[in-house]
């Protein structure tokens, strides 16, 4: 079969012709029909997040059809429309065991430790593959699985719920799927924090209230605008210790920030003022969980979180169009999504 595949760090990605892959009896053969290039993809490429085994398939957003079902696979047939979730997890350990799988013992993520979607077929363990209703589009159930996966998480562990106010620190693919589900899920005022002109322009568009946070400390001017009080829920998206401060900074009193950005940056936070005394809580976001993706897929069928057309680009399975477009990931600007859909 045709993958593109990253064979040398810091270098293009190559094609590749390398045998379909032979399935184990709780695995699914997928024929990939999209396949999402992530940031995340273009960091492997560069050698910024750790890869150990070379050559490999890149490709964790990923849906298709099943080519090949596994004897104990019971909920999948073939020909079944399928999306997957990235994390393979052991299903044993004290983790898996509390559906906590992002920190199993022995997990792995598709596309970084074992073979992704950048090829025709892809090979998952049937609990990773769930079923894609007919009213979404492969390329929308691929892309939904990372970035609008986590804004849920992100979502659940900050407890959110309907009526509350949230600040979205960072209007990337991220902030785009967390207003969406913040409305799903009725939120109150809704605030974009961003310093892109572009983003804030596309967040007052989206009916958002737009801070600028180039022009005054964002925490402040949400205070301001909330007449003193701070937003129920701040979701840090950006990865950066001085927009994690002012995600808890602006907070209301039993207010909750969700961190989701990645820095190896020191936070520092005045223990009385700005957490003690308002009860607020300051929590880690790592990935999702098997068990949200049914309420994504429905919040997907139900058009509550939409990724319209101009918001997604299509390029072949060819090396040369997938490396241009992981080349242009670093210094987009809008919500537009390029998804790889395998010419036959
Ligand atoms: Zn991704
Ligand atoms: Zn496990």
Request: charged residues 25%.
């Given at each position: 079969?045709?993958?593109?595949?990253?064979?040398?760090?810091?270098?293009?990605?190559?094609?590749?012709?390398?045998?379909?892959?032979?399935?184990?009896?709780?695995?699914?053969?997928?024929?990939?029909?999209?396949?999402g290039i992530c940031h995340s993809d273009a960091?492997?490429?560069?050698?910024?997040?750790?890869?150990?085994?070379?050559?490999?398939?890149?490709?964790?957003?990923?849906?298709?059809?099943?080519?090949?079902?596994?004897?104990?696979?019971?909920?999948?047939?073939?020909?079944?429309?399928?999306?997957?979730?990235?994390?393979?997890?052991?299903?044993?350990?004290?983790?898996?065991?509390?559906?906590?799988?992002?920190?199993?013992?022995?997990?792995?993520?598709?596309?970084?430790?074992?073979?992704?979607?950048?090829?025709?077929?892809?090979?998952?363990?049937?609990?990773?593959?769930?079923?894609?209703?007919?009213?979404?589009?492969?390329?929308?159930?691929?892309?939904?699985?990372?970035?609008?996966?986590?804004?849920?998480?992100?979502?659940?562990?900050a407890r959110f719920k309907a009526g509350e106010?949230?600040?979205?620190?960072?209007?990337?693919?991220?902030?785009?799927?967390?207003?969406?589900?913040?409305?799903?899920?009725?939120?109150?005022?809704?605030?974009?924090?961003?310093?892109?002109?572009?983003?804030?322009?596309?967040?007052?568009?989206?009916?958002?209230?737009?801070?600028?946070?180039?022009?005054?400390?964002?925490?402040?001017?949400?205070?301001?605008?909330?007449?003193?009080?701070?937003?129920?829920?701040?979701?840090?998206?950006?990865?950066?210790?001085?927009?994690?401060?002012?995600?808890?900074?602006?907070?209301?009193?039993?207010?909750?920030?969700?961190?989701?950005?990645?820095?190896?940056?020191?936070?520092?936070?005045?223990?009385?003022?700005?957490?003690?005394?308002?009860?607020?809580?300051?929590?880690?976001?790592?990935?999702h969980l098997a068990t949200e993706i049914p309420?994504?897929?429905?919040?997907?069928?139900?058009?509550?979180?939409?990724?319209?057309?101009?918001?997604?680009?299509?390029?072949?399975?060819?090396?040369?169009?997938?490396?241009?477009?992981?080349?242009?990931?670093?210094?987009?600007?809008?919500?537009?999504?390029?998804?790889?859909?395998?010419?036959?």
């Amino acid at each position: 079969m045709r993958a593109v595949r990253l064979v040398q760090l810091r270098k293009p990605l190559e094609k590749a012709d390398i045998s379909i892959p032979r399935i184990g009896s709780s695995d699914v053969l997928i024929r990939v029909a999209a396949a999402g290039i992530c940031h995340s993809d273009a960091h492997y490429r560069a050698g910024i997040s750790k890869i150990d085994r070379l050559p490999l398939t890149l490709g964790h957003e990923v849906a298709g059809r099943v080519e090949e079902v596994g004897s104990d696979v019971t909920h999948l047939f073939v020909g079944d429309r399928v999306c997957v979730h990235y994390l393979v997890h052991c299903g044993n350990c004290e983790f898996c065991v509390r559906g906590l799988e992002q920190f199993c013992r022995s997990g792995e993520m598709i596309g970084k430790h074992r073979d992704g979607g950048y090829a025709e077929f892809i090979k998952v363990p049937g609990a990773n593959a769930f079923p894609l209703p007919d009213e979404i589009k492969f390329e929308v159930g691929a892309i939904m699985m990372c970035s609008s996966a986590t804004a849920l998480h992100a979502l659940n562990k900050a407890r959110f719920k309907a009526g509350e106010s949230i600040a979205i620190f960072g209007f990337g693919g991220l902030g785009f799927s967390a207003l969406q589900l913040a409305r799903a899920l009725d939120c109150g005022d809704v605030y974009i924090v961003e310093i892109n002109p572009a983003k804030l322009a596309s967040a007052a568009s989206m009916e958002a209230i737009a801070i600028d946070a180039r022009s005054r400390d964002p925490a402040e001017q949400i205070k301001e605008a909330t007449g003193g009080k701070g937003v129920d829920v701040a979701l840090e998206l950006i990865g950066s210790a001085k927009t994690m401060r002012q995600a808890a900074l602006c907070l209301a009193p039993l207010g909750r920030a969700a961190l989701v950005g990645l820095t190896a940056e020191s936070m520092s936070v005045h223990p009385y003022t700005e957490v003690i005394n308002k009860e607020a809580e300051m929590i880690g976001v790592s990935d999702h969980l098997a068990t949200e993706i049914p309420a994504l897929i429905e919040f997907v069928r139900s058009e509550k979180l939409q990724f319209p057309p101009e918001t997604l680009r299509v390029v072949d399975l060819d090396a040369v169009q997938i490396n241009t477009a992981l080349n242009a990931l670093e210094d987009s600007v809008d919500h537009v999504r390029t998804v790889i859909v395998p010419l036959k």
